[in-house]
């Protein structure tokens, strides 16, 4: 699944217990991270047991399923047996309160709550009588992730529990969380959906983890600007590819970081670790409205024409939901391009383990002072905002300021003889 996933979502079993797969048949999809993936069979033969259910969060490296494979055909005894242990439920489940204390839930065989359940009990303030009362659709009276969903639809928010000594205690010293005014038949809920969690758990790491700092620079891309203007109808019969700006910015914040590669590192605790390779994350918009980031691989060794076909790769497999494990892992540093909305600059948010990300604001044709032979002069000139977030842990002033101003000199002194 990739060095950096711990854990994947179950969401669909293409199988069941019984059932012949051939090797490299899919029989089971999950969640990882932010991409959905197909688990293919290793060998061909009989399900014999399957482990876990839709919507059971797995630790990587945990055994899903148990393939025969000299089986030929499905077995009522396999199934009963598969049956009677999925029933089994632990004698009692500790649920951490966002707010209070440990709470004690009973066993109930007609209720069975999954890690996944606890998990979205604790960020709605579910207390265990609610999740008691629920009625479970799955197997064996097994709780759903859509039962709770539909339960907090129709539930009175926000519901306040009752305070207890332990809680008054434990939240005195600690600003009290804003009420929500909610109107009944006039407001509405809409459900994050599972990407956009972790896309929230993210952020809220990163701010909570790095000082942020950020700094700012504007920059002059007329020539950049003529350049690509004049070539992209020509690269785009040569090599059958569009050529928009994010090769070339990917190429200057590249050669930017070959000259300071202190911006290239993570941190770990104590330990500053510098990264060899240079692999650039596109912060990239979805359909749906949520974030990925697709990774240029080795981009300081890749010319134009290379990282403009790696760059239009990767946008036409975020868009179609079509990206693989690998393409979105991996990047040592991250741009964003928030001039493709509309904004002018923008104070971007660290994509961790990183230490800096860099921010691309809409160009703009203002009237500029500029220095010529003749002394200085107003002209129409492409403007363009960069902004630096990055870590003030390891990195100060000085290298976030260099380097910004490197990025912002390679794009105005593009070389328009560039040829493709």
Known sequence: MGESITEATIINWLKSVGNYVEAEET????????????VPSPVSGVITE???????????????????????????DKKQDFVEKSSVTPSAVEVQ???THNLQLKSNPNAFISPLIISIAQKENLSIEELQSIPG?????????SDVFNYLKNRKYPIQSKPTTQNLQSTTSSYPKPKINFIEGKDRIVEMDRMRKMIADHMVYSKQTS?????????DVTNLVNWRNANKDPFQEKYNEKLTFTPVFVQAVAKAIVDFPMINVSVDEKNIIVHNDINIGMATALPSGNLIVPVVKNANEKDLVALAKDINSLAEASRNNQLKPEQIQGSTFT??????FG??????????????????GIIKKRPEVIETANGDEIAIRSMMYLSLSFDHRVVDGFLG????????DYLEQFDTNTTI
Do not use: C, W
């Open 137 to 145: 659709s799955g197997a064996e009276g097994r709780l759903q992730k």
């Open 335 to 340: 741009i964003s391009n928030v001039g493709t």
């Open 401 to 408: 300021g260099s380097f910004l101003r490197k990025v912002g």
């Open 343 to 360: 904004s002018l600059m923008g104070t971007p948010i660290i994509n961790q383990p990183e230490v800096a990300i860099l921010a691309l």
């Open 97 to 99: 309160q966002p707010s």
């Open 27 to 38: 029989i089971v999809e999950v969640a990882t991270d932010k991409v959905d993936n197909d």
């Open 211 to 219: 000082p942020h700092v950020t700094s700012y620079i504007e920059v």
């Open 50 to 76: 399957i482990r876990f259910q839709k919507d059971d969060v797995v630790e990587v490296g945990t055994v899903l399923a148990i393939i025969d494979s000299n089986g030929k055909q499905e077995t009522r």
